[in-house]
């Protein structure tokens, strides 16, 4: 954790470019919803010499353009997919099409999170233009009030924003790393189950010997 967490300050240490790129990495790990409005909040609080409108764009764009290369990797899976299991999937696109808007711009801006509505887009093949508007419109609006968080406390707090920083991130990355660890005992645990429901109706369903014995 601490190899990563010095990574991720490292590269924010660096500007705008560093920023850009520690959002971006943290946003392509899949199912950990990294709080963006975090992370623009301890940009501002660690560079307050930085612009806190670009920070909360540039800490939006990396997310979006994150959550887009898992867009279309999830489109891409659809070849691997079963007609049947195609067709019921292409009728849901009207559906889509009706709320994929409203619920793009809602996850992106909440802490809910995001990675399955992304799935579920991404399979309905939902329009990509409208996937990166309201994706961005949701998130750019968060990340701004994190960065104007993070501004306005450095502010108040001169002597010590580096060390508000440094307890913000490390609470962001412990709390991914706490979930990655949850959700991998969580796997495990279901593959114990499915081994043992297998096994038993293995048992269950083995040969009965009719062959009579002798006595």
Not at 133 to 150: D, E, M, P
């Amino acid at each position: 954790m601490q190899d990563f967490l010095q990574m991720i300050t490292d590269l924010i240490l660096q500007g705008y470019l560093g920023l850009f790129l520690a959002c971006f990495i943290v946003n392509m790990i899949p199912f950990l919803s990294p709080s963006n409005m975090v992370l623009a909040g301890v940009a501002s609080l660690l560079l307050p010499w930085m612009n806190w409108i670009a920070v909360g764009v540039i800490v939006a764009t990396a997310a979006t353009l994150a959550k887009l290369i898992h867009y279309f990797v999830v489109r891409g899976s659809r070849v691997a997919l079963s007609e049947e299991r195609l067709r019921a999937l292409d009728s849901e696109r009207a559906r889509v099409e009706k709320w994929g808007a409203l619920a793009l711009f809602i996850a992106a801006a909440s802490p809910v999170p995001d990675d399955p509505l992304i799935v579920y887009v991404g399979l309905t093949r939902y329009d990509v233009g409208k996937f990166l508007v309201f994706y961005f419109a949701g998130k750019v609006t968060v990340t701004l009030a994190g960065a104007l968080i993070g501004y306005t406390i450095g502010g108040y707090f001169e002597s010590m924003p580096i060390v508000l920083a440094s307890v913000a991130l490390t609470a962001l990355i412990t709390g991914f790393l706490f979930k990655r660890k949850t959700e991998d005992e969580e796997s495990d645990l279901l593959q114990d189950i499915l081994e043992d429901e297998i096994l038993d109706r293995g048992e269950g369903e083995m040969p009965q010997d009719d062959t009579p014995h002798n006595p």
